[in-house]
């Protein structure tokens, strides 16, 4: 008996074509794919290489039975919890100075800029070159104006990260009023107007208009300031060497220094103890962005 199957039977139903990459998505894979290789190059690799390397227990044995380790991390505190805090606290005053719609003050915020937009190798190696205690030109005009020998400013270890903490303010100070001042430019002038009107001092148009307003920002800066500022090793190890006696090491220049000592597990592994530091402040600024 002959079985006849019509045209609209499911049987005969043509089978899905496979889907085809579209002109745009096929420019879109060939322009992606230089920057995968360098993101793979450049990121994965070293990344992973890194981690392999830290992988052995006997590394970080080694590191914590290292006091250097142990300053350098307390160290790193004392930068993130003072050098950060201070700097944000100074960048958000002074963002209120330079909003202001002056001439003068326009002018001055050129020269406030220029720390931050000259390179940073050859800044902080002259302010090096400034404190040096025999020649320097700091210890010059001490000795011109009081006839007294100055310090040496970089041969005591509290006295040279606090010189190195206040060159990273100094360094990265006009970003961050720059990123502050947007916020305030943000705020709508209609508050301030109605403030003035029922006779708001300063400090209550900041209390209760300017900080609200400015909360979310100020806070997110500081995070990735902190997260930033961890990588960082430009501000210790140009200025003072991670010395005297290697006391003013933070935790990314700890890491030059067993390199520059042929200990590479040690490296990656003082490189891996800063993770507890960089994960949470990641995990809060992200939280915080995706409101």
Known sequence: MAITLSASDPA??????????????????VMLAPYLLVFLAFVVYPV?????LARDPASYVALFNDPIFARAAVNTLIFLLIGINLKMLIALFLSGFFVQQRGWIKWL?????LPWAVPSIPTILSVRFMLNPEWGVVNQLIFKFTGEDGPNWLNNPSVALGMAIGMHIWKSLPFWTLILMTGRLAISQ????????DGATWMQKFRYITWPSMQTLYITCTLLSMIWTLGDFNSVYLLTGGGPADLTHVLSTLGIR?????????????????????LPLVYFMMKRLSR
């Open 190 to 197: 209609d508050l301030f107007e109605a403030a003035e009107v």
């Open 12 to 29: 005969l139903a043509e089978a899905p074509r496979p889907a085809r990459l579209t002109p745009p998505q096929v420019w879109g894979i």
């Open 258 to 278: 067993y390199l520059r000592l042929d200990q590479l597990s040690l490296a990656m592994a003082s490189i891996v103890c800063a993770m507890p530091l960089v």
């Open 48 to 52: 992973g290489y890194g981690l392999w």
């Open 109 to 113: 915020s050129v020269i406030f800029i």
